[in-house]
Nanobody, 113 residues
Framework: QVELVESGGGLVQPGESMRLSCAAS????????MTWYRQAPGKRHELVAR???????YYPDSIKGRFSVSRDNARNTVYLQMNSLKPEDTAVYFC???????WGQGTQVTVSS
């Protein structure tokens, strides 16, 4: 059984940093690309970052420069380092494996003063 478990969310003030983690089990983690998405209230899922073994890390232009994705295959974990957080980054953040085949339950990130 495949399981993805996100952690590290919470409440931060604008300008602060936060690191999310996603621990995977039930898959050969090193074989899969991993993607972070987010969903703000009333909005669609938005791709935040992706990392795989062919093209490395990818970020949409709206994210580039503030967020950084990395993975530790020995720990079956993918990370999302988020810096200079803004209120508009408030959302539920999900990790996904295998092109959206597997999803975690999400972790809430709230950026507010």
């Amino acid at each position: 059984q495949v399981e993805l478990v996100e952690s590290g969310g919470g409440l931060v003030q604008p300008g602060e940093s936060m690191r999310l983690s996603c621990a995977a089990s039930g898959i050969v983690f090193a074989n899969y690309g991993m993607t972070w998405y987010r969903q703000a209230p009333g909005k669609r899922h938005e791709l935040v970052a992706r990392v795989n073994y062919t093209v490395g890390a990818y970020y949409p232009d709206s994210i580039k420069g503030r967020f950084s994705v990395s993975r530790d295959n020995a720990r079956n974990t993918v990370y999302l380092q988020m810096n200079s957080l803004k209120p508009e980054d408030t959302a539920v953040y999900f990790c996904s494996a295998a092109g959206g085949t597997y999803w975690g339950q999400g972790t809430q990130v709230t950026v507010s003063s």
